[in-house]
């Protein structure tokens, strides 16, 4: 299927930024991005919790031609109410525009497939759309044993929203988005190649449809995003998660410029 829509790219700031430098950093990327004529709503950027509001903040009143959207990096799986340290989606609303759920950094501290269904659920009643993250394990594996772990994982997520109110229906209503990132891939310069995550596009598609947006994380800079994005592939890829490449405009915009999406 031809790629119709722009790809997006998801900056994933992580946690290694002060929300001083986040603003920092957003401002910069602004700056460059409307230089070089970066594509409208083509990026969205993932500050810490403590950067979301600054961010968006500074992004919406001084660059608001850009269209930058943003993305929360995790929140409760609890309503508003007696939670003490908790972040609710709904808590979100206004600020972000979406929320990565189920990174594997989180799933290493233990989130199941369980709770990070509830999470999504919370997400999209508040409106928001969740982007899950899900990934294989194993350095070595075929591509059908990874292609069924990262299928599992997705079936549990998608499972434990539809236990807690969310159907498949109001999952893609939101517009759910999946970003496989497999665990070795990620900070490791051990990108996956275009073909397996064509492979694993597909095989998600197959379980939820032919509209399920997929992105690709891990160790993604500009030359393997061109790789990805070059000539019509046969399964589409809806964009790229990328963690350390987004930490500088000059790399960030680096990568939107192989994809055709800045100067
Ligand atoms: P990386 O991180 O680009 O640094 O590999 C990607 C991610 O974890 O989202």
Not at 68 to 86: L, M, N, W
Not at 149 to 158: A, C, D, N, S, T
Not at 212 to 237: K, N, P, W
Request: net charge negative; glycine share 10%; aromatic share 2%.
């Amino acid at each position: 299927m031809l790629n119709l829509v722009p790809p997006l790219l998801v900056a994933n700031w992580k946690a290694n930024l002060s929300p001083g430098e986040e603003v920092a950093l957003a401002a910069a990327i602004a700056v460059d991005a409307t230089s070089r004529a970066l594509k409208a709503g083509s990026l969205m950027i993932a500050p810490s919790h403590l950067g979301l509001v600054p961010v968006a903040s500074l992004l919406r009143r001084e660059h608001a031609a850009l269209n930058v959207k943003i993305a929360a990096q995790d929140c409760s799986d609890r309503t508003s109410g007696a939670h003490t340290g908790e972040l609710p989606a709904t808590h979100l609303v206004g600020v972000a525009d979406a929320v990565i759920l189920g990174h594997s950094e989180r799933r290493q501290r233990g989130e199941t497939g369980a709770l990070i269904g509830l999470k999504v659920a919370r997400c999209v009643a508040a409106g928001l759309t969740p982007i899950v993250c899900v990934g294989d394990t194993a350095l070595e594996a075929t591509v059908n044993q990874r292609s069924s772990e990262v299928l599992g994982q997705w079936r549990e997520v998608v499972a434990s929203a539809a236990r807690s109110g969310c159907s498949e229906a109001a999952l893609s209503g939101a517009g759910v988005i999946v970003a496989y990132e497999p665990v070795w891939g990620i900070g490791s310069d051990r990108a996956a190649e275009p073909e397996l995550v064509r492979a694993i596009a597909s095989a998600l598609r197959g379980a939820s449809g032919d509209q399920l947006r997929v992105l690709y994380g891990g160790s993604v800079d500009a030359q393997l995003a061109e790789r990805f994005f070059h000539g019509v592939a046969a399964e589409r890829i809806d964009g790229l998660l990328i963690g350390g490449a987004s930490l500088t405009s000059e790399r960030l915009l680096g990568i939107a410029a192989a994809l055709g999406l800045a100067e």
